[in-house]
């Protein structure tokens, strides 16, 4: 069953995947946009960027997005840039697969990002949504809704996994800002850490 995620809800990546729970995916997906023109509707490409920041306390040690699709260590990979929307349902535009035991062990943090590079406006992208899957049986464990706000802004800390007592956890964020790329989200990140 999957999680609809709320901004600041909490849930334990142990208890709601299967035992053992070891590899997730954070997938973006979203739809072009509709201008109406004198004859047809016209679809417009949007450029949305997921990206990942990794942490050791409150210090960034690395980040995956589309210009470093790979972390230093491995753990994390990002599918590539999607520069123009029009996903479907369960298809994702932009996915970026985490293997949680690869991490090393002063990574306790990851941050999830979601920015619009051509600074439009998330007002009116259609089906914008987040998803975190178990990749061992690429089920659906929690979903964030990106379309039911809208909203003038153009980036948004979306969530973050952190290492408690051993055992991983996922809190949604939803902290809406303004930025072409995670660096220009960073002070809205420092809170959460």
């Known amino acids: 069953m999957t999680v609809s ?23 973006l997906s979203w739809g072009m946009r509709e201008k109406l023109g004198f004859f047809r509707t016209k679809k417009i490409e949007v450029d949305l960027d997921a990206s990942c920041i990794l942490f050791h306390d409150q210090e960034p040690v690395d980040v995956v997005w589309f210009r470093q699709l790979d972390s230093n260590c491995g753990a994390i990979h990002h599918s590539g840039d999607d520069r123009s929307g029009g996903g479907a349902g369960n298809i994702d535009n932009e996915v970026i697969q985490v293997d949680l035991g690869r991490l090393p062990p002063e990574v306790n943090t990851l941050i999830f990002t979601v920015n619009s590079f051509t600074s439009d406006t998330f ?14 049986n690429n ?27 051993g055992a991983w956890h996922m809190q949604a964020i939803g902290e809406k800002g303004f930025g072409r790329t995670f660096q220009d989200m960073m002070p809205l990140i420092s809170p959460h850490l």
């Open 123 to 136: 007002t009116g992208i259609p089906n914008a949504s987040c998803r975190l899957l178990d990749l061992q």
């Open 5 to 27: 995620l709320k901004k600041g809800e909490r849930i334990s990546l142990e208890k709601a995947g299967a035992p053992g729970l070891s590899r997730v995916a954070l997938g």
């Open 139 to 165: 089920r659906a464990l929690a979903r964030f809704d990106l379309s039911l706000d809208g909203g003038s802004h153009t980036g948004m800390v979306m969530a973050k996994l952190y290492r408690d007592r």
